[in-house]
């Protein structure tokens, strides 16, 4: 079992620049990978970003090339750093954990780009 939880959230302008952490306690080295998810007011939850425990990364679309997920196995963390924010990018992030069929959550960290 695993527990993860989120930070690192908050209100930034356009054009700047967060990092999201999600830190997992509980059985690290059986996560088969980890990942961020977003939901946005009114619309479904949808993939930002995955790591498997081997270091491969996937992105969604929306985001490729402005963010960039990592993961640090000392620390049981896994990192979003999201570089030139847009309103639309505004919503709650979820971090992810997938250990064999089996998906836990976080409880979300709210993300809101502004002026």
């Known amino acids: 079992q695993v527990e993860l939880v989120e930070s690192g959230g908050g209100l930034v302008q356009p054009g700047g620049s967060l990092r999201l952490s999600c830190a997992a306690s509980?059985?690290?080295?059986?996560?088969?990978?980890m990942g961020w998810f977003r939901q946005a007011p009114g619309k479904q939850r949808e993939l930002v970003a995955d790591?498997?425990?081997?270091?491969?990364?996937n992105y969604g679309d929306s985001v490729k090339g402005r963010f960039t997920i990592s993961r640090d196995n000392a620390k049981n963390t896994v990192y979003l750093h999201m570089n030139s924010l847009k309103p639309e990018d505004t919503a709650v992030y979820y971090c992810?954990?997938?250990?064999?069929?089996?998906?836990?959550w976080g409880q979300g960290t709210q993300v809101t780009v502004s002026s």
């Open positions: 790591i498997t425990s081997g270091g491969l990364t």
């Open positions: 992810n954990a997938v250990i064999l069929i089996r998906s836990y």
């Open positions: 509980g059985n690290w080295f059986s996560i088969n990978a």
